[in-house]
């Protein structure tokens, strides 16, 4: 992992933002400034991260389709895109958590088929948006918790490889979100672990053994 955590989380976020948008037909770009997509992503997904501090506004909004519906990930929140029809959507901070030893909590289970996505998908809220090609990908694992019944519960998804894994798209339908959480740092004990929240979100994972590193604030042109 880089030096900075809140660079890794950002280059993690990115890449798992990419993966999501090539699963949608729509291939992004890379460099050292950021990532985008030169159309709309799918809901819920930005259409550029910056991936280092003092990105310039107007070359990153070039690379996108900047009218209505786009949003930036400014991940170092030091952007101010106001002054070109941007609003602040909302304000979070990077989180990580150093690998450590192997947990007493149970592990969440993989999602492997289709069938067992679309599932996931439906319990998650996310419909279409998930799609089979995620299930092909060695980068990603999809996770679901389930109860003594067999019922879903809740989920998450790991992307990454040996350096490192980002934690996105958590979500519990129980009144413990930190079984989730500790069922992810389960999953990969000895894995560098890195990802976003905000409150009230925010709260479990520091419960769960991650520390915050840094703020970014996500932008939308209404």
């Known amino acids: 992992m880089l030096k900075d955590p809140r660079v890794a989380a950002a280059r993690n976020n990115a890449e798992w933002c990419d993966i999501v948008c090539r699963s949608h037909g729509l291939a992004g770009r890379t460099d050292a400034d950021a990532w985008s997509v030169p159309r709309r992503s799918p809901p819920w997904y ?3 991260v910056t991936l280092r501090p003092g990105a310039e506004a107007e070359a990153l909004l070039a690379r996108i389709d900047a009218g209505s519906g786009a949003s930036v990930k400014d991940s170092f929140a ?8 941007f609003r602040v959507l909302f304000d979070a901070q990077w989180i990580h958590r150093q690998p450590a030893k192997p947990a007493v909590d ?22 279409e948006l998930f799609r089979p090609a995620l299930l092909a990908d060695p980068r990603v694992r999809v996770l ?21 894994y980002g934690v996105s798209n958590l979500f519990t339908h129980t ?18 672990l890195v990802g976003y929240e905000s ?3 925010l709260t479990p994972a520091l419960q769960a053994g991650f520390t915050p590193t840094g703020p970014l604030r996500v932008w939308l042109h209404p």
């Open 46 to 48: 930005p259409d550029a």
């Open 199 to 201: 409150a009230p979100d």
């Open 144 to 164: 679901a918790r389930h109860d003594d019944r067999g019922v879903l519960t809740g989920g998450a998804v790991l992307n990454g490889d040996g350096d490192g």
């Open 78 to 85: 030091d952007l101010d895109l106001s002054g070109y029809g």
């Open 106 to 127: 149970e592990p969440l289970d993989p999602v492997a088929t289709p069938d067992e996505l679309a599932a996931w998908a439906a319990a998650h809220g996310g419909g």
């Open 175 to 192: 009144d413990d979100p930190l079984d989730i959480w500790h069922g992810v740092c389960a999953t990969l004990p000895a894995a560098t």
